[in-house]
């Protein structure tokens, strides 16, 4: 008996179809992708070696503060000296009247011919990381009407991060 080998050949692969399909299916998902956005805060966090080297460097202290209390925010300039206090609105913070205090902080020293761009955000080790959060926002920019469209004006973009004082009456009275 005699095994006879068949001349088989190689079958071609149709990727037509499949070629097709790529070329739809691609676009259709880009374009219906969602991309997601990081924004990136430039903080300044307090320095140690600052702190316990010279604390009379500045004769002037000329800082802008705002201090997160479990109550109310205070707005200091110069730093210690209460200026502002924004108690809680129905167990909220009101930072819309926050926003408004510190616009009228920086028309004030604008009048003074002072141009600040800095603010420190003082918090206790308890406080909320939203209320942090939604503090920084406030303090950054507010919305105003440009030319009949909304634009973000700028307020304190330059945010420095520290300890509030332990003491809740240090900072300001209510």
């Given at each position: 008996m005699r095994i006879r080998k068949r001349n088989?050949?190689?079958a071609d692969l149709e990727?037509?179809?499949?070629?097709n399909l790529m070329i739809i299916l691609v676009p259709v998902l880009l374009m219906s992708m969602v991309f997601s956005h990081i924004t990136v805060l430039d903080l300044k966090l307090p320095d140690?070696?600052?702190d316990s080297s010279e604390p009379n460097d500045q004769p002037e202290n000329q800082m802008l503060e705002l201090v997160i209390l479990p109550d109310r925010f205070v707005v200091n300039y110069p730093a210690g000296a209460p200026l502002k206090t924004v108690p809680q609105k129905d167990g909220e913070y009101d930072y819309k009247l926050l926003s408004d205090v510190l616009q009228e902080v920086k028309r004030l020293l604008k009048d003074r011919g002072i141009e600040k761009r800095d603010i420190f955000i003082l918090s206790q080790p308890n406080t909320d990381?939203?209320?942090?959060?939604?503090?920084?926002?406030?303090?950054r920019s507010f919305k105003a009407v440009l030319a009949a469209s909304v634009v973000n004006a700028?307020?304190?973009?330059?945010?420095?991060?520290?300890?509030?004082?332990?003491?809740?009456?240090?900072?300001?009275?209510?």
């Open positions: 088989r050949e190689e990727i037509t179809s499949f070629m140690l070696a600052a990381y939203q209320t942090i959060v939604s503090a920084m926002d406030t303090v700028e307020l304190f973009p330059e945010i420095s991060l520290g300890d509030a004082p332990v003491n809740t009456s240090a900072g300001g009275a209510p």
